[in-house]
């Protein structure tokens, strides 16, 4: 529910702090402040409602909570070790390989 209503708490409360909160934040705010702007006549001074930029405001915010809630869904993945875990998919190097990075020094 709070990934709905307010996705940016829902992302560094339950996400664990992913990198998704920030853009996460600015898709919300930009909803929250069309949604008021529309309400007061939006863009084109409209001496009522401006429905157009209330309804991108909540597409925007509708995009935010989206994106909120497959970031949980993501997380919780990696938490319980699922299948599409990228956790139990990740390739340890071994010690016989080479230093990538000795390549550039080589050509230094």
């Known amino acids: ?21 920030a853009p996460v934040t600015v898709f ?12 007061l006549g939006g863009p084109t001074g409209e001496a009522g409602i401006s429905w157009y930029t209330v309804a991108l405001g909540f597409a925007m915010w509708g995009i935010a909570a989206v ?3 497959l970031t949980l869904q993501g997380v919780e993945a990696d938490r319980c070790h699922g299948m599409w875990s990228p956790r139990d998919h990740h390739v340890e190097p071994s010690d016989a390989e080479n230093d990538p990075f000795d390549e550039i020094k080589k050509a230094h």
């Open 28 to 39: 919300w705010l930009f909803g929250v402040v069309s949604v008021v702007y529309g309400f």
């Open 1 to 21: 529910m709070t990934s709905a209503v307010v996705p940016p708490v829902g992302a560094c409360r339950y996400g664990c702090g992913t990198n998704c909160a």
């Open 67 to 69: 994106w909120t809630m």
